[in-house]
């Protein structure tokens, strides 16, 4: 055994037989020497420094263009113009019924009355994906106060839950960051305050007033990545350093330009120190030594004078492939493809970026059933139909016995346009005439449902075939072909529209 080996054997075990760094990752050699990040569990960190992350994040969205816009480009994906509910009761009449209810409702969902059920979507998905979190708050009303289910939503920002907020409580209930646990873990209640403590309040208002709400009338909706986080995290902050240097680097980039070009020349020599601007009112512009910041300014330096003409460095052409890493990097920590954030669609060809696309949409696909239709849409249709029986609005028999059947729905996400249609419905077609896909599956796909699809066609062929003069469309394979209607003018030759025998007959 040569003496380099023996030396490496010597360094992994220990005199009496361990093993120590074991793992190359776990070690402390120079290339991790000062990687020693911390082991607090997730809520320790989010209480520590979750409102700075907050606070950056919001000022990213509407400052930095990149940030701003993969934030909307994912609350377009997840949302678009709502997720709508299935039911999956069988009486088709009583589901109908209680559907039509729901879209009247949505009408009136939105506490602050300035949108609709879908819009509130719109909100907390942008607020959960930007802040990390976003709290809804079901707000019970008199049947007076509205026309249809009297209960509304209304949206509250992470900053309305105190983080540092924890107290143990008589009983064995305990508060974590504005949360009240009862002794097995459970949620009991949220502790709100009852005005934004960064917001204006009415005169009379308590800035330290907290309101407990119980957990059965609160809807969190966080994507919690790690076990009992109970907590969100703003999705930018493992990109936030990278997006904000790369945005001072710019700023400093464009200033340095504009300032380089407000230089054309500077007159030299010697003479008198032009340095001190003359400060007498009346004297002459001409006389003034030093000339003002201007596109195309010429500095005058004094007497004995000769001139040189400025010539500003250039950045050179790493610029553009050190923006193009960087915005990739910050792209795939977004979750969101480079055209998307950037708007720069020439990067790649149809093949990259279409798969691109179907990664970006499993993933919005993924957060979209496993947080926001499981926390908010689940829960809104639950409260919804609760409520709907209890103020006498639908008549759903044995609910008091067993409400779970008229519980089970499934929530419709927003279609996604075809990438190449022509090919995408072709494959579309053989997927379904191969028996590999439903068309139920295909049409709840695109974001509708199915049986409201086969009503609506029926109901257009019924009507089509009903008028005066049938219409025809290439989709009926049943209807009559076009002939003239009586008493119409013939052809331009004179001939009938089923010019031969055989065409007649077929008629």
Not at 9 to 29: C, D, K, M
Not at 131 to 156: K, Y
Not at 163 to 183: H, K, T, V, Y
Not at 248 to 275: C, I, M, Q
Request: aromatic residues 10%.
């Amino acid at each position: 055994m040569t003496a380099r080996v023996a030396n490496a054997f010597a360094s992994v075990f220990r005199l009496g037989g361990g093993l120590t760094n074991s793992f190359e990752a776990a070690g402390n050699g120079r290339r991790l020497r000062g990687f020693n990040p911390s082991k607090n569990h997730v809520n320790v960190a989010i209480r520590a420094a979750g409102s700075t992350l907050v606070a950056r994040a919001r000022w990213l969205y509407e400052n930095d263009g990149y940030a701003g816009n993969a934030i909307d480009e994912w609350t377009s994906a997840a949302v678009g113009d709502g997720i709508k509910p299935r039911p999956r009761m069988k009486d088709k009449k009583r589901r109908a019924a209680l559907l039509d209810l729901f879209w009247r409702w949505t009408e009136e969902a939105d506490a602050e009355g300035l949108t609709d059920y879908y819009g509130l979507q719109q909100k907390v998905a942008r607020e959960a994906y930007m802040a990390g979190e976003c709290f809804v708050r079901i707000r019970s009303r008199r049947p007076s106060d509205m026309w249809t289910v009297p209960f509304q939503l209304q949206m509250l920002p992470t900053e309305m839950l105190d983080q540092a907020f924890s107290a143990n409580l008589p009983g064995g209930n305990f508060i974590r960051q504005g949360i009240e646990f009862d002794a097995i873990g459970r949620r009991v209640a949220y502790h709100f305050w009852r005005y934004h403590p960064h917001d204006e309040r009415p005169p009379t208002g308590n800035a330290r007033d907290r309101v407990r709400v119980p957990a059965a009338e609160v809807i969190h909706v966080f994507d919690g990545r790690q076990g009992g986080q109970i907590r969100g995290v703003p999705r930018v902050a493992r990109v936030l350093v990278k997006i904000f240097g790369l945005e001072v680097y710019d700023d400093a980039e464009l200033e340095r330009k504009k300032t380089a070009s407000l230089f054309t020349g500077f007159l030299t020599g010697r003479g008198e120190n032009p340095l001190e601007i003359n400060e007498d009112p009346e004297a002459e512009d001409d006389d003034a030594p030093i000339a003002g910041m201007e596109p195309g300014a010429i500095i005058d330096l004094g007497m004995d004078r000769d001139i040189k003409f400025s010539s500003p460095t250039e950045v050179g052409g790493s610029y553009e492939a050190f923006q193009y890493r960087n915005s990739l990097k910050i792209s795939a920590g977004l979750g969101v493809p480079y055209s998307y954030v950037t708007g720069d669609m020439t990067k790649g060809n149809f093949s990259n970026v279409r798969t691109g696309i179907v990664a970006f949409r499993r993933r919005v696909s993924q957060w979209q059933n496993h947080t926001l239709i499981f926390q908010l849409c689940r829960a809104v249709w639950i409260a919804f139909v609760e409520r709907a029986v209890m103020a006498g609005k639908a008549d759903l028999p044995d609910y008091d016995k067993d409400p779970t059947p008229y519980w089970a729905c499934e929530h419709l996400p927003p279609r996604q346009e075809w990438i190449d249609p022509a090919k995408d419905i072709k494959a579309e077609k053989e997927a379904i005439s191969g028996g590999l896909k439903s068309r139920t599956q295909s049409i709840a796909e695109r974001g509708y449902d199915r049986e409201d699809m086969d009503d609506e066609i029926e109901e257009e062929r019924v009507s089509a075939k009903s008028r005066a003069f049938p219409l025809v469309f290439d989709t009926d394979g049943s209807a009559s072909p076009v002939t003239t209607p009586p008493g119409a003018p013939a052809n331009d030759d004179g001939q009938d529209d089923a010019s031969t025998e055989e065409e007649k007959n077929a008629a």
